[in-house]
């Protein structure tokens, strides 16, 4: 304070007079464009150059909202509105986490009905990520070209009877410890309008929805953070990065908020549209959509499955992989519940989810820490049990309905472990952990899972096959055709419980990425 005002005693009069001329500047319609960004880019250096620090609640007393909101609409400067809106998503996030009840910012985005302001946010952000997608794909083409001799190898070993889940087979690389570019922190800005403005939502999705005749030549911003997501997911842990991890956990947090609006499912479940081009930097990457068109939530699943796949470390980030199986639980939950079929390749999804559960039963004496593990352990086999017990519902066909069921023989002795793992991390004088989507025990949701999986292996074994799988699926089908699915029980029809939560650590990174921007 003493360097800013020359003393303590004049602070106050010094920074209150600071942010009113920023301010008033800033919402100067008349004033040039270039002075306003220039005071723009002082207000950014210095919000973001004192984080948390106490001087920065000066920003808080002035309401820069209606200044920024002009800023952002004003033609003579709407090109400067991604720093507009760094600077609006900084200022909601200062002091958040002891203190958001008394920063103005998160009310009045709360409370923001500006449909224009909304949708140069999404411009802006449209724009900018997908610039950060094409700085991943310049270090390494991914195209679908050059991996389709990958693509088809990790489908031909899915048929493998011995087939069994394993790390990813690439390497950590420095080449990727710079991203994502620094830009990409608007993806906060999109996280803080999705959670907590309800009017944002479609918004958001509106060039989905509806697209206007210049469509064909830009991606819609839902399907740009779709694609930004995966590559997030896939290089989350590649290099020892605190930022890079903060950046997908980010992204996984917005996806959980997105796949809990019911308007954005509604549309993502059921209207088709070119297929999203994920990232497939990292093996084993997974099989090409066959068709050309599919529903968009085809591509959050898959980021799911990166993530799930790349992911599983000793130093695991436990609450993203929380999200990764709400975020699957939610989806599965709204097909069943509308009795939507999604033609997607479901068998990805359960080889990587019992993965998760394998890594558990072995890794968890040798991970960094078993904070949050039983709850991780329990809500997927949650997933599991629901997407066993409502399978015919939103399954495309017959055969994707013994897929999953070999894919439960097959892990059975995974399953099992299970058990031992739950016993094990469970605290004592504790009461056995109750569902968060219904009232089964955890105990008594995986019994059942095992149960189903014990029957079928049972038929397998005596019919007297050696383990091949086309000889497996065959005995499996035949059971189901004959019988239907064994065990199989009725689900609660009540809606799941809201999972997503606030951001409340990227501040930081959000800060310094802004800085790093800076002139």
Known sequence: MEIFAGSVAQSDFVFSQFTEIIETVMGDENAPASIKHRVLQLALSFICGVEQLSTGAYFLRRNFFPSIVSFVKNPST??????????????????????????????????SSDGDFMRKICWASNFTLGTSIKAYQVISDDSPSTTLASSFESMLNRF?????????????????????????VVLLSLFEFLYSNPLFANVFMEDLISPTENASSSTPLFCTVISFTSYLCAHASSVDSARSIAYAKLSLNLLLVLVENNVVMEYTTQIDTPVIRLCRQRTPVSPLPVRATQPPICSVIDCCVIWLRHNLQKRLEVSSFNNCVWICYRIVWFLQSRRLRL??????????????????????????????????ASETIRFLDLALCSAEA?????????????????????????????????????????????????EDTLSHIILVADFYADKVGKAGVNGNASDVMKIIAAEIEANGVHGTRELSETMPITHSQDVLDFGRHGCADVRALLP
Not at 160 to 181: E, G, Y
Not at 395 to 402: F, N
């Open 394 to 442: 939103y399954l495309p066909s017959p055969r994707a309905m013994h897929e999953l069921i070999y894919e439960l023989v097959r892990s059975s002795s995974v399953l099992k472990k299970q058990q031992q793992l739950l016993k094990s991390l469970e605290l004592p004088h504790v009461p056995s952990s109750r569902s968060l989507f219904g009232n089964d025990p955890i």
């Open 78 to 111: 709407e090109q400067y509105a991604f720093e507009a809106v760094m600077l609006l998503s900084i200022l909601a996030n200062y002091h958040k986490t002891d203190a958001a009840k008394l920063n103005p910012y998160l009310k009045l985005i709360r409370e």
């Open 160 to 184: 493998r009877p011995n087939r069994a889940f394993s790390l990813s087979a690439s390497s950590p690389s420095d080449k990727f410890k710079d991203q994502p570019i620094e830009s990409s």
């Open 343 to 376: 033609n997607y390749d479901w068998t990805e999804l359960w080889i990587s989810t019992i993965g998760l559960l394998s890594f558990l039963a072995s890794k968890t004496d040798s991970l960094h820490t078993t904070g949050g593990v039983e709850l991780l």
